[in-house]
Nanobody
Framework: QVQLVESGGGLVQAGGSLRLSCAAS????????MGWFRQAPGKERVFVAA????????YYADSVKGRFTISRDNAKNTVFLQLDSLKPEDTAVYYC??????????????????WGQGTQVTVSS
């Protein structure tokens, strides 16, 4: 079992930055692939970024590539999402997710077993 708690969301002006954190419980965090997803009001939850267990492999949605950076610190059981050059269309609830895997990263929400409660990011124009 893994429990995930996101933090770092907030209100920011367009062009600004935020750093989201997702703290995981348990002693086997380094055995989990991690992902970030987001859900805007009235829309489906969509993939944002993913990272494998070691942090050596990452993958991004086209809409955030070059602006967002996913990383992890296995010693601190935490995965991060750095959001730069934010746009109003980035406004959403951001969720982190985990799946036990020491091989791949994953980009579909049905591939993840554990989810956090979400953190709101609002970008004003």
């Amino acid at each position: 079992q893994v429990q995930l708690v996101e933090s770092g969301g907030g209100l920011v002006q367009a062009g600004g930055s935020l750093r989201l954190s997702c703290a995981a419980s348990g002693r086997t965090f380094s055995s989990y692939a991690m992902g970030w997803f987001r859900q805007a009001p009235g829309k489906e939850r969509v993939f944002v970024a993913a990272i494998n267990w070691s942090g050596q492999s990452t993958y991004y949605a086209d809409s955030v590539k070059g602006r967002f950076t996913i990383s992890r610190d296995n010693a601190k059981n935490t995965v991060f999402l750095q959001l730069d050059s934010l746009k109003p269309e980035d406004t959403a609830v951001y969720y982190c997710a985990a799946r036990f895997s020491r091989v791949y990263y994953y980009t579909r929400d049905n591939e993840y077993n554990y989810w956090g409660q979400g953190t709101q990011v609002t970008v004003s124009s």
